[in-house]
Structures are given as C-alpha cells and as structure tokens.
C-alpha cells in the first residue's frame, strides 16, 4: 500500500512539474531556441524514473512471491488443488 | 474458475493504461517542442555516401568530414544520401536522421557548447560503416 | 510416441515420418543445432568487439556476414522451428487429436528446412537481417544475398504452412467434448500466433521478390533512380517483421504458462484473462510497425500514430506478467529447473518491455535509434524471454520425450550462470547505446566508455557460452545416460501434472 501511494506521489511530481514548464516556457530569455538535449534527457530520465519504480514493485513482488510461497516456507500450506490430485482447469 | 473475481486485474490494467497515456503524451508533447524549426535557422545541405560526409553551408562553402558551426546560431540539416541508406548522427547533439537517397530528411539543432564532438553514421551501409566518421566543430561566434 | 529414445528406432524412420511427435523431435534437434551455430558467431562478434582494433576478425567484410547470418539464423533457424517443434509435439495432445490436421505438409514444411538452412549458412551474406535496399539491392555481393532471398522465401513458405496446420488442427480438429474455452494456453499461443503469420508473412514474401526483381536490374521499386523508394520495403519489411516478434515471443508466454500453474501447483490464475491477451496482442501488434522507422523522416503525426499503435500492445502483455504473479500467489512452488527458467523469463520480458516503452516514445528514439540499447532491448526479449522460456519448457518436456530425467543440479548451474551472462550483456548493451555507440560497427574509436561496456558484455557473453555448453552435455548425456523418470510425477510434485496423465484420462479438463 505505502509502494503504490509513493508511486502516486513520484508520478504527479513527473506529471505536474512539466506543466509548470510548459505554462511558464513563454517568457524564456535569454535562450531562444529550444535546446534539444535538455528535453530529450529530461524526458529520458522522467521515463527511467517511472520505469524504475514499476521494475521495483514488478520484481519486489515476484521476489516476495518467490520466497514466501516456497514449498519449504514453514508458513506454506496445501494449494486446495492438490488434494484432488490433478490440477483442476 | 473465473468465478472468483478480477477486481485487482482491472485496478492493475487501469494503472498501467494511465501509465502509457503519460508516457505518450509527454512523449507527444518534447516531440512538438523540439520538432519546430527557428526561421532564421542557416541551412546545411548534408550529404552522406559510402563511405564519408560532405556538407554545403548556406553561402556554398563544401567542407568534408568535418563541419563548423557557430555557437548559439540555429542550424537546419538537409539530409540525404547519394548511394545507399546512412544516417546523419551528432551523438552529443542528440542530432540523428537518416540519410536516404531520392529524399531530404530535415533536422535541426543549436550548438549551445563550444568544442569538438564526433560526427558518425547510424545505419548500417557497408563496408566502412563503422568508421563513417567526422567531427563538428562548434567556435565561439565572435572571429568567423 | 512417447519414450521413442528410449526404445532405438531406425533414423531413416523418424525422418520419413509424419507423426507429429516425429516432426516435433525433427524440429526441436534441428533448432538447436543452429541455436549453438549461431551462438559461436554472437560468441565471435563479442570477441571482436571487446577492444578497439582488430582482435581476430579479418576484414569488415567477414564481420558484417558474421552479424547477419547470426540474426537471420537465430530468428529463422532456432526460434520459430523450436516454437514448431513444441507446437506439433503437443498441440495434438492438447486438442485431443491423433496428429496435425495435415500430416504430410507437416513434414513438407519441416523438410523445407534444412535447404533454406544451406542457402543462407553457405550463402553468407552481409547485409543484416534485415537485407534493407538500398544496400542490399546495389551494394551487396552476389550470389550471397540471391541465397539469403531464397532460403527466406522457402522459410516464409514452411511457415505459413506450419501455421495453417496449427490453425486447422486447433479449431477444426479438436476433440468434440472440449471447448475452445478450455483447450490449454499454449495451445491457443500457437493459434495466435499463427493467425499472425497468416497475415503478415505475405508481406514480405512480396518484399523479397521485389528485392530481388530490383537486384536483377528488372525493377526498381526499391531504386530511386528508377523512380522507387527504398523506405516502401522498410514498410513492407516492418509490416511483417513488427508482428512476428510477437509470433517469436507469444509460444515462449505460452510455455510459461504450463510451467508455472504447474511448479505452483494451483491453476493459472485467469485463463480467460490469457486468451483475451494473446487474441488482443495478434490483432494490436499490427499497429505499431512504423515505429522501426522513426528516423526515416516520418512527420510528427505519423510517428505520433505508430507511437500510440506500440503502447496499445502493452498492457495484453502486461496481462501475461500479471497473471503469471498471481497464479503463484497463494500457491506452494518448487523451483525446479524448469520453474526457475520460466521466472526469469518473466523478470527480463519486464524489462525488455519496459525498454521498449522508452524507445517508442518518438524523441528518446533520437538517443537509442540504432544503437545498442536496440541490440540490448531486443535481446532481452528474443533470449531473456524466448530462450529462457523454451530452454524451460526443454527441461520440462525433457522426460517426456526421452523417459530419462536430465541432471537437475547442472540444469539449476545452467540457469544462474545463464542469468548472469545475460544481465551482462544484454543490461550493458542498454548503457553502451545511451553513450552512442552504432550497431553493426566491425570497431569502434577507444572511447574509454565505450571500451569497458564492451569488455563487460564480452565477459558476460563467455559465461553464456559456458552456460549453453553446460546444457549441451546435460541434454546429450541424459539423453542417452539420466535416471529413469517417473512417468506420472517426473519432477515430484505430488500431483498428477504431466501431461502423461492427462492423456490416459481424456475425460478431465
């Protein structure tokens, strides 16, 4: 729960902070021109940003899944398939 | 079997579909902004053929393998190519178009730092792709 | 049909055979022989790249071969016959049918084969898979790229007919009790897939014989002086070939889903959610070919469409991830060889995905275009998904095929040394195309950067190469050697999951 508020957080910082810029980009002295650098690595580096927190929750969760339903978790239990004997579509 | 229900798939799909509709527009929006070329940008004519760079400036100077530009002006690339597919690449810049015969591709660009930066080719045209190289120049504007 | 290894069989009659085990086998051997051919040339390039200046790669020339044949081999050669092979081994079975829909053109297609193999080994040629005019129209040497067009054509053909066999054979030929609703995923990844090739391979069966049409002097579709245009076959070509990553990658997802639900011990998750997603990716994967061509000179609103076209494929996909996590929720797994193929599969299709998303936002396309973030991003997909997910299911069908269980120890050795090599060079490769570097470049100028990405990547491709070697003599020797399996549980799960079982009763699922 707290990963995915964090998450929220980070993402309307990455959604909100280029609209400040866009709406204050008109008065933009002494630079006239657009330099094309800055806003493809910032684009860049927003996007790896946004991708590194869904890659943390993504692998965060296979991991937790990996280890706590291992089959040698004290804490693991009986699936209610395998009692049957066969895997149930 | 899916008779249990799927709320937390749906939750899941929303946030990755808000997640692209971010990312595809802000990837609308950099596009636009860096896609509009200044008027008074001063066109280079770039020609690319296997297996080096030639470059026309605006008052016909040719220069080969390497280019000059001044700091801070804007520059409009007309691309093309003579033989087969290149592609135009200032790594540093970030300036990257392909070259292809039959058509001019445009791009543009303001050298913002003065110094040297390597010029190479980003689409595989044979034998000496690999070293299809050269260098843009970028001088202070004050003695050209 | 099952255990043929075990029991010895003349070889002249598997390959005359029509059966659909027979054929599978055929395919499955022959994939992986020029899986380990085409992996000694990745293995030769990555030596060559690890520092600047020749290491022990003649000439450009012979470079530029060497990466081309590893590309046309590996996707044409390796992935989709394995794909075939695992296809017509159990698609019959999951249907509950005796055999393909058409035996003999199942055979056909796969004799089809070995030629187009020895066109394009033997032809060499040198201008990347992609064989993009104009240079492979007026720069490349004959008579190889005339063998790289014909041994593709001749594959087009083999795959289509492996596609309308799938087709049949899965709608028409399945068993009356079964509905199509409950036939299993990777059957149904076979069907998707194949929908695809239908539509798309045409395509660049066209492409090819205007390439050569073009080559002959004959035609100029592709020859600006004739009045053509060589971005009309980077349509044609990409209308194809954005599809059929899908159909390369779709089988893998298939096979994770019987390994999964099964080392879980619990069903998948959502079965109709899996379905929905292969259909949906057939259809979308269609949408996005142009984003290959970014820096052709697209205008803003063409590339803003194929932009949107690429997302839209991205949740059915994220579907999969989903689905594969929530099937082991809850369940109690055993990390077998094959379960631990098929999670790592699922981490690096993550990635791969999510290093696709950067790219086909259209500006960060003008830092990656090209480059080895490419060579990185798509072979996360084509070996971290797709080859750890078949090399996975080989495990897992390993006892079925052969009654023998390979060496589990050496296969677990086989996955962690793999996922090593693979994080090295493929992770690597991302950073290296954010420094700039080309790909396709014989050398490279001694940027230190450039220098130590690449000395990394080569390290981590020799732990691939050893990896693949530890396999190799894992299968071999099993093969003739491993423990006799228990044919009911063969991987000890305490259930009654292999497929073996399921066979003797037809009545259950």
């Known amino acids: 729960m707290k990963n995915i508020i964090g998450l929220f957080m980070v993402l309307s910082i990455l959604v909100i902070l280029p609209i400040i810029q866009i709406v204050f980009a008109a008065g933009d002295e002494p630079e006239k021109y657009v330099d094309r650098r800055v806003e493809i690595w910032n684009l860049f580096f927003r996007m790896m940003t946004v991708a590194f927190v869904v890659g943390a929750v993504v692998s965060g969760t296979l991991i937790w899944l990996i ?20 895997l149930d579509k | 079997m899916s008779g249990h229900s799927n709320w937390s798939e749906w939750v899941y799909i929303g946030v990755v579909v808000a997640i692209l509709v971010w990312v595809g527009a802000e990837a609308w929006n950099v596009e636009r902004i860096i896609d509009h070329v200044p008027e008074n940008a001063e066109v280079i004519k770039v020609t690319g053929q296997q297996w080096f760079w030639t470059f026309e400036h605006a008052d016909g ?32 810049y970030l300036v990257l178009m392909d070259a292809v015969p039959g058509r001019i591709n445009t791009v543009w660009f303001v050298p913002v730092d003065a110094g040297q930066f390597p010029i190479q080719c980003r689409e595989f045209c044979g034998l000496i792709h690999y070293n299809m190289r050269g260098t843009l120049y970028v001088e202070d504007g004050l003695d050209r | 049909m099952v255990l043929e290894l075990q029991k010895p069989r003349p070889v ?9 085990t027979d054929i599978g086998l055929l395919y499955i051997i022959s994939s992986l022989t020029f899986l380990f051919m085409g992996g000694a040339l990745a293995l030769a390039i990555r030596v060559e790249l690890f520092s600047p200046g020749t290491q022990f790669i003649a000439d450009s020339m012979t470079f530029n071969r060497i990466f081309t044949v590893h590309g046309t081999n590996m996707i044409f050669l390796f992935i989709l016959p394995f794909a075939s092979g695992v296809g017509n081994y159990f698609v019959p079975i999951m249907v509950r049918y005796k055999d393909m829909a058409y035996p003999k053109l199942n055979a ?37 790229a005339e063998m790289w067009i014909f041994g593709l054509k001749i594959l087009g053909v083999s795959s289509v007919l492996g596609a ?24 149904w990844s076979f069907l998707s897939s194949s929908l695809i090739v239908l539509v798309a391979i045409p395509t660049f069966a066209a492409a090819l014989l205007m390439l050569l049409t073009d080559r002959l002097g004959v035609t100029g579709f592709f020859n600006p002086a ?6 009309a076959y980077s349509h044609l070509f990409w209308f194809t070939f954005h599809p059929e990553v899908y159909v390369l990658v779709i089988p893998a997802i298939g096979m994770m889903y019987e390994i999964i639900p099964r080392f879980s011990r619990k069903p998948i998750f959502s079965h109709s959610s899996g379905m929905f997603a292969f259909i949906l990716l057939s259809i979308v994967s269609f949408a996005s070919w142009a984003h290959h061509m970014f820096a052709t000179g697209m205008s803003f609103t063409e590339k803003t469409v194929f932009m949107v076209g690429t997302l839209a494929a991205v949740p059915a996909s994220a579907m999969h991830v989903f689905n594969f996590l929530a099937t082991m929720w809850g369940g109690r797994a055993k990390y ?8 790592g599969g699922i981490a690096l299709f993550f990635s791969a995905g999510a290093g696709g998303v950067v790219n086909t936002a259209m500006p960060l396309d003008f830092i990656t275009h090209d480059s080895y973030w490419v060579v990185g991003h798509f072979h996360l997909f084509v070996f971290g998904t797709i080859a750890f997910g078949s090399f996975g299911f080989l495990y897992y069908m390993f006892p079925y095929i052969t009654g023998r269980m390979y060496n589990e120890k050496w296969g677990k050795v086989h996955f962690i040394i793999t996922l090593i090599g693979a994080v090295l060079v493929f992770f690597t490769q991302h950073i290296l195309g954010l420094y700039g570097m080309p790909r396709r470049v014989f050398d490279y100028p001694p940027f230190p950067a450039w220098i130590e990405m690449n000395q990394i990547a080569g390290v981590g491709a020799m732990l691939l190469g050893v990896g693949m070697t530890i396999f190799l003599v894992n299968m071999i020797y099993s093969s003739a050697k491993g423990k006799e399996a228990n044919m009911e549980d063969p991987f000890g799960l305490g259930g009654k999951y292999y497929y073996p079982y399921q066979r003797k009763n037809p009545h259950h699922d």
């Open chain 1, 67 to 86: 280890w706590r339903f291992r089959e040698s978790n004290p804490k693991a239990t009986p699936t209610k398939y395998e009692g049957t004997g066969e």
């Open chain 2, 61 to 92: 100077t040719i220069e080969k393998g390497e280019l000059h530009v001044k700091k801070g002006i804007p520059y409009k690339f007309e691309v093309t190519s003579k033989d087969v597919i290149h592609s135009f690449n200032i790594p540093d």
């Open chain 3, 12 to 20: 002249w009659q598997i390959m005359f055979s029509t059966h659909h």
């Open chain 3, 108 to 144: 056909i297609a796969f004799w089809m084969i070995p030629p187009a193999a020895a066109l394009i080994w033997l032809g060499f040629a040198d201008f990347g898979w992609y064989g993009q005019p104009p240079y492979s129209m007026i720069s490349s040497p004959s008579p190889a």
């Open chain 3, 164 to 187: 309308i066999n799938f087709i049949v054979t899965i709608l028409k030929c399945k068993h009356p009790d079964l509905p199509l609703s409950k036939v299993p995923l990777l059957a």
């Open chain 3, 226 to 231: 004739l009045g053509g245009d060589p971005i």
């Open chain 3, 336 to 343: 077998s060889t094959p379960m631990m193929w098929a999670i």
